[in-house]
């Protein structure tokens, strides 16, 4: 027996063995298998059973969801920082995940839209509600769920167009930083001091009005890099990993100041970047020369 025989029949020994422990796991759990359609060369193929690897760093984004949830309702508002900052970690390696090993699926996508909406829509929302916007009653719970439903269409048109669009740029703030904005505010605040018993008034009502642009900004027709060309696996300089390097540092020696800081600036970056190219297209015109044979206006 040559080396191709015996690497063929140790696959599919594998192969055997894996499906005798799914169909071990599917019969003593009452779970319906998954079946989805998938092209693989030009043709459609029904295929059972998810992808293990990438779906496990979702898991683990919608627990950074939930734990952010309870922790906000025990008070600890710096946990639940915190949890929405490795929540938004978990989600950019999930699909990265997926793209580098050919894991892809539909189950996949679907799923890490709903761990997003939990963990990016309901737990910021909760986590501000809990620590200001009580003290506002039903105008502070109306702005928590502008917050949540702005979550929600922002995910929505982004499914609804992930084929049809750019991927180097988004529509409107994706809602990862805008958690992440919310919640290190948040954490901000709570570690220099504020709790519902000594906030001032007005920053209860900065931090209603900074939870609605947010929302706001998600739904914005205003256009933010991705940073999805990224290639991690090309070369790069030294510097670039010194950089690298330094904002781990600054992150670590002060995670609720510089978090807020790096989500601020990236959320205004997208209306700023709008706004100087319209000024710039306004003064193009401006600058170009009259046709000719076209008179000129009398003053």
């Not at 499906?19 to 298998?33: G, Q, V």
């Not at 459609?44 to 690897?53: A, E, M, T």
């Not at 709903?114 to 719970?141: E, H, N, Q, R, Y």
Request: net charge negative; proline share 4%.
């Amino acid at each position: 027996m040559n080396e191709s025989e015996q690497s063929e029949n140790t696959a599919n020994t594998n192969n055997q063995t894996a499906a005798d422990d799914t169909s071990i796991i599917e019969e003593y759990l009452p779970i319906d298998e998954h079946v989805e359609e998938v092209s693989e060369d030009g043709k459609q193929v029904r295929r059972k059973g998810i992808f293990l690897l990438p779906n496990l760093f979702t898991s683990a984004a919608l627990f950074a969801g939930f734990y952010a949830i309870i922790n906000a309702i025990n008070g600890d508002f710096a946990a639940a920082g915190l949890a929405i900052f490795f929540g938004q970690l978990l989600d950019g390696v999930d699909g990265r995940v997926a793209r580098m090993t050919n894991t892809q699926s539909k189950f996949g996508q679907e799923f890490d839209s709903l761990s997003d909406m939990v963990t990016f829509g309901v737990a910021p929302a909760i986590i501000v509600f809990m620590w200001c916007l009580s003290d506002l009653g039903k105008l502070g719970w109306a702005v928590a769920f502008i917050y949540v439903a702005s979550a929600a269409i922002r995910l929505a048109r982004f499914n609804a167009q992930a084929e049809s669009t750019d991927n180097r740029f988004f529509t409107g703030l994706a809602s990862p930083p805008a958690a992440t904005l919310v919640a290190s505010s948040v954490w901000l605040g709570y570690d220099l001091g504020f709790t519902a018993e000594n906030m001032p008034f007005v920053m209860v009502l900065a931090m209603a009005l900074l939870t609605s642009a947010v929302g706001f900004l998600m739904v914005m027709n205003v256009r933010y890099h991705s940073f999805k060309g990224i290639d991690f696996s090309s070369r790069v300089s030294v510097a670039a990993l010194f950089i690298f390097l330094l904002l781990l540092v600054l992150i670590a020696s002060n995670p609720p100041t510089v978090l807020f800081i790096l989500a601020a600036s990236y959320a205004c970056s997208g209306p700023l970047a709008s706004l100087w190219q319209k000024l710039a297209g306004q003064s193009k015109e401006e600058g170009q020369p009259k046709e000719e044979g076209q008179p000129e206006e009398k003053v």
